[in-house]
Each structure stands twice: as C-alpha cells, then as structure tokens.
C-alpha cells in the first residue's frame, strides 16, 4: 500500500474516531485504525465492538491496499508534522513508512484480516438536522449513569416521532427530558431506542462536526443504530432493557418559581461548591422573602455562602441539593435567564428555559437531606 495525503486532512478523521478506541483491550486490532486506500480515497474505521465509526479522506494512491496502525500514536504523531504532504508506504509486515518533509518514521503495524467488519448500513429511514441532534444530546448526556451495574440507565432513551424529536436521560437522582419539535419524513407512530452513553457522545462529535446547516440520515436495525453525514457513518450498537417510566418522575406542578440569572448562579454554586463535602457535593437552598441564599459547611476546609436576590414572598424553607448537578445544567444551556422551581424541603427541584419554543426542555433533580 502506498499514497499520499494531505496531513491536515488524515488528523481531521483520525480525531472523529478517537472516542471509539478503547485505551485497555484484550483484542490488540481494536487499539488499532484500519486503513484502506483505493481509488484516490483513504478510509479508516474505528471500532470497540459496540461502537463503530467509518470516514475517509482524499488521498493520491499509488498502490492500493488496507493495514491497521495503532489509532492515538498514529494521531499523537501526525498532528505534530508540518501542514504538508504526508506519504504513508506499507510493507507486506505492515510496517508503516511515514515520511513527511524531512521527517522519517516506522511505525508498526497489524494485518487487517481480524480487524472486525462494521455492520452495513440499511435505507435511511429520516434525516435528522445535525445541529438538533448535537443540541438535544448535550443537554441530556449528563444524567447518564456511570454505574454498569444499572445497565438499562448507562444510556439515553431517544424517541422519533413523525412531529419531533425526545432525549431522555437519567441516573435515579436527575432526570433530563429534551423534546423538539421538528417533522420527520418516513417516520409514523414513535421509533424507540436505547442509546449506550458512549454512542451519545459520539453522535453528538459527529453532529457538531457537521455544521448547523447539515442533515444526518438516520437507520436503524434489530441490533444497531446508524448516522451519517456525508461519508462518515456511526454505527453503535442498542442497548437493550426496559427505560424507567420518566413520565411518573416529571413534577405535574411546578411549585415556587424562582427566575434566576444563568451566569450569576453558575458563578455563586462554583463558589460555595468548593466547600461542599468531597463525596456528596451537597449544598443547602435557604429561600426566604426575596432572598436565596446558597450555602456549604460540609468540608473540614471551610464554609461558605451567598445571596442572590428573587422574587419570592412565600414561607420559609431549606432543601438540599447536588451542587455537581446544578452546575451540569447550567453549563448546558446558554439562555440569560433560568427558570427554577422549588416545592419544598423534600420536593425535586426542576431547572426549565424561560419561554423556551424550541425546546421543551426539564431538568428534574432530587433532593439530598443535609
């Protein structure tokens, strides 16, 4: 195999797919890129077996050909080369010549025959606009749970319908709920699936890269889901299990609706946060006539408290809350205000966008006794 391109180009695509590889694996081919060249064209392919990411790239080919070479080094390297040419000549041991100005270097290789194959994408079934599904990924991928063991919670719960779009996500202690409206050609009653949390943020990479004005097909299959954009495809696999009924969890009354500065509240929990205790990161809400106070003494490194003035002229409480989780939703969104509504010292606190059109977009956090 020999061919040359574009440096700039060759980073571009081996950053898409950085997410996919796994750092630790008992199969070395999976730390590895596959490469193939053809017809002037470079494609690589990422994959861990659940996740899988295929793109290409314009390449002069003098001699077509496929190897696999280690993913991160290979990045780690030519992002550090001069913008120019670089030529990639592979030997029948698949070790890699990569020569560019005057820099030389071998790089080792793996044959591609155990590299495994993606599944192939069927018909499209909709396009999804690519800077609606970046947007609807990003408020919700932080109520994902980390925890395997709660399998069916480690991913979101997305649902196409013929007149919008739904993301949910939750851990058991928040909730994000996100629902869009935007009709969808080829869609008729509601398409549910279950996407592993590591799929949501490479849907989301590969939407962002695609721009606001760009659409993604989107597939699906028994097993897997597709997107793609252009000649990029994403293939993840479904997770598979019931989602939790999230309806029963949405508050049916809002309570005491605070209006609150989105900048001045994400600067006032920074603050106090940072003398919340280490595990819990629990801080205490004192609402009092026109006045909320936030405050944290949990730490052996001190206290600390602030005062945001609201309108407010109903009775006295306290409620505790994860400071970690306000400041998830407060980073997500961009509005200058901020709708927070408060139902007393055991009720969930719910984060909303003022007038919101687009988005009917909820953030449900429970409480946390302090």
Known sequence: MELTVRKADLVKELSLGQGVVEKKTTIPV????????????????????????????????????????????LLDYVRLLPDAELSIKVSEKHSAALVCGRSRTRVAGMSPENFPDLPVMPAAVTKIPAALMADVVAKTISSVANEESRYTLTGGLMLLREDGLVMVATDGHRLSYIEASQAFEGISGQLKSLVPKKGMAEVMKLASEAGDSLMLDFATDENHLYFRCGERVLVSRK????FPDYERVLPKERGDVLVLGREESLAAVRRVSQF????????????????????????????????????????KFKVGFNAQYLLDFLGAVESETVEFGLRGENGAGELRLPG????????????MRI
């Open 30 to 73: 999976l730390s590895n890129v596959l490469l193939q060249a053809q017809d002037n064209t470079l494609v690589l392919t990422l994959t861990d077996l659940e996740l899988g990411i295929r793109s290409s790239c314009q390449a002069t080919v003098s001699k077509a050909g496929s190897t696999t070479l280690p993913a991160r080094k």
């Open 356 to 367: 919101a059109d687009r988005y009917d977009y909820r953030y449900i956090v429970m409480p």
């Open 239 to 242: 997770l598979t299990g019931q």
């Open 276 to 315: 919340a205790d280490d595990r819990s990161h629990a801080i205490r809400l004192e609402l009092d006539s026109g006045n909320l106070k936030l405050v944290s003494s949990g730490s052996e490194a001190g206290e600390s408290e602030e005062s945001i003035p609201v309108e407010y002229d109903g009775e």
